[in-house]
C-alpha cells in the first residue's frame, strides 16, 4: 500500500483517480483548497489535506506531502480566461510541487499536462491560450529538469465520456479526444511502473489497453 498525494484533488480527472488509486489497494490524498469538498472525497475513499496551491509556499508543500510515496499534480487554473492564474495554478503549483517533492524526500512524480504545448503558437493566438500553453510548457521543462523520478502524460482534448481502457500512447500522437476517466486509468497505472520513469507522453483514445500500450511505448 502506498499514499498518493495528488495536487488539485477535487479536480476532474483526480475524482476519478481517487478510486481507482483506492480499489489498487492505495491511500489517496486529496490536496484541496475548499473545505466544503472534504466530505465527498473522503466519501470516495480519499484522505483530505487543506492546501490552497496559489497562497501557499513551497515548505507547505513540503508538509503536505510528507509520507507520500508519489505526487500527482493534476491541478489547473480553470477554464475562465483568468491568464494570472495560469501562471500561479499551472505553472506556479507545479513549481512548488516538485521543490515540496524534492524537500520532502518523494521521488515518484506524475504530472498531467496537455499535448502540444512545445509547439509554436500563431500570431493570432487567444492571449489567455497562449499563457496556457506557456504555463505547461514550462512546467513540463521543469519537471524534467529535476532529480525526481517523473512521468509526463499529455493527453489531447479531455472529454467526460466513460472510459473505454484502450489508448493510443506515444511522444507524440495524432491530434484527438481522450475521456478523463482514460487519463485517469492510465496515471493509475505507471504510478508503480518504473519502466514509465523519464517518459514523456502524449495520450489519446485508441484501439491498445492500456498496459500494452504503456509496454509498447517503453
Known amino acids: 500500500m502506498s499514499r498518493i498525494a495528488i495536487v488539485g484533488g477535487h479536480g476532474k480527472i483526480a475524482r476519478l483517480l481517487i478510486p481507482l488509486l483506492v480499489d489498487g489497494g492505495h491511500v489517496p490524498v486529496a490536496l484541496i483548497r475548499n473545505p466544503d469538498h472534504t466530505a465527498e472525497l473522503e466519501t470516495a475513499g480519499a484522505e483530505v489535506t487543506l492546501l490552497d496551491i496559489e ?21 489547473g487554473g480553470g477554464a475562465d480566461g483568468n491568464i494570472e492564474r495560469k501562471k500561479t495554478v499551472d505553472l506556479g503549483g507545479s513549481l512548488k510541487s516538485i ?36 504555463a505547461k510548457r514550462d512546467a513540463d521543462v521543469a519537471l524534467r529538469d529535476s532529480s525526481l523520478d517523473w ?57 491498445t489497453p492500456i498496459p500494452e500500450a504503456i509496454a509498447a511505448a517503453t
Open 151 to 207: 512521468t509526463i502524460v499529455r493527453p489531447g482534448g479531455l472529454t467526460d465520456d466513460p472510459g473505454t481502457g484502450s489508448i493510443t500512447l506515444a511522444e507524440k500522437v495524432d491530434r484527438g479526444q481522450i475521456p478523463r476517466a482514460d487519463v485517469a486509468a492510465l496515471i493509475a497505472t505507471v504510478l508503480p511502473d518504473r519502466s514509465t520513469y523519464g517518459k514523456q507522453w502524449e495520450v489519446i483514445g485508441g484501439p
Open 99 to 134: 521543490d515540496g517533492a524534492t524537500r520532502a524526500g518523494v521521488s515518484r512524480f506524475v504530472q498531467i499536462s496537455a499535448m502540444g504545448v512545445d509547439e509554436p503558437l500563431a500570431d493570432d493566438t487567444e492571449d489567455t491560450w497562449v499563457a496556457y500553453v506557456e
Open 55 to 75: 497562497s501557499s509556499d513551497t515548505d507547505d508543500f513540503a508538509r503536505a506531502f510528507e509520507g507520500a510515496d508519489a505526487v500527482v499534480f493534476a491541478a
